[in-house]
């Protein structure tokens, strides 16, 4: 089920989207600010992010970095501000697409059917295999020498991250973010703890990785 995040501070707004999006089988969480938008993403991590740039607490562009340190699913914002000037902060901010308030809900739904489908992770890449071990992305498992390796569950999303950005650095803070959320950020022994796991379950010599590589103060490489 595709669980959309809605930042959203009139009531009367949040409740129609709830509505709306629930009977057509989607998950809802709402936030009323951009702290609870922050807080509600890292700990559900929404599939699609439907963002008002204008709340109590902080601008929505401010939000949207946010989330963009971290996050790479769809924004989309809803807006009463119309003019160009807000559009292309918001679009060069990280944000997908752009709805005017007051919008038709028909024409939202559809914009965010959009965003979801061009977000779909391509079904070729879903198994990545190297020359000690195969990770399959849909399974959420990883094979070596023909047999299941057990991963606890924060080892597999380390993993992931990784895997799923094969061949670039994946800095240490995005890394933090993406697997304990933003207030991890300055954590890197959690890193070095869970990177010397995974290398003495899937490589075969872990003290000289050829597939999860450190890149000393900056952050992590997976090398199929």
Known sequence: MTRVLVVEDEP?????????????????????DGRAALDLAARHRPDVVLLDLGLPDLDGTEVIRGLRGWLSVPIIVLSARDASADKVRALDEGADDYVTKPFGMDELLARLRAAVRRAAPAEEAAVVRTDAFTVDLAAKKAVRDGADVRLTPTEWHVLEVLVRNAGRLVGQRQLLREVWGPSYEKETNYLRVYLAQLRRKLEPDPARPRHLITEPGMGYRFEP
Request: hydrophobic share 50%; glycine share 4%; proline share 5%.
């Open 12 to 32: 009367q707004l949040v409740r129609a989207l709830r509505i709306n999006l629930r009977a057509r089988g989607y998950e809802v969480d709402a936030a009323p």
